[in-house]
């Protein structure tokens, strides 16, 4: 059930009717630099990510856990 080679062929043909050479070959262009645009930043957010959560696991104040401190009175809202 996919496409196909043929069915390739006829979608490349129409595009080409349709667009021209050089307007598709411009289109494929950008859309690869937009495809690898995408791909690169995905790659730099994960590094980022990773390099953050090593950051916060390192410090010394980082411990962010739901106890509360013994000295705070939850009863006073001032």
């Keep these: 059930m996919g496409i ?3 069915e ?4 490349l ?5 349709i667009f021209g050479a050089k307007k598709l070959r411009t289109i494929g262009s950008d859309l690869g630099a937009a495809v690898k645009g ?3 930043s995905m790659n730099e957010g994960d590094s980022e ?3 953050k959560k ?4 390192e410090r010394p104040d980082a411990d962010f856990s739901s106890k509360k401190p ?6 006073k809202n001032v």
């Design 4 to 6: 196909g080679f043929r």
């Design 8 to 11: 390739l062929l006829i979608i």
């Design 13 to 17: 043909a129409i595009a080409l009717l």
């Design 38 to 40: 995408f791909k690169k």
């Design 49 to 51: 990510e990773a390099g």
């Design 54 to 57: 090593l950051a916060q696991d």
């Design 70 to 75: 013994d000295n705070v009175d939850s009863s």
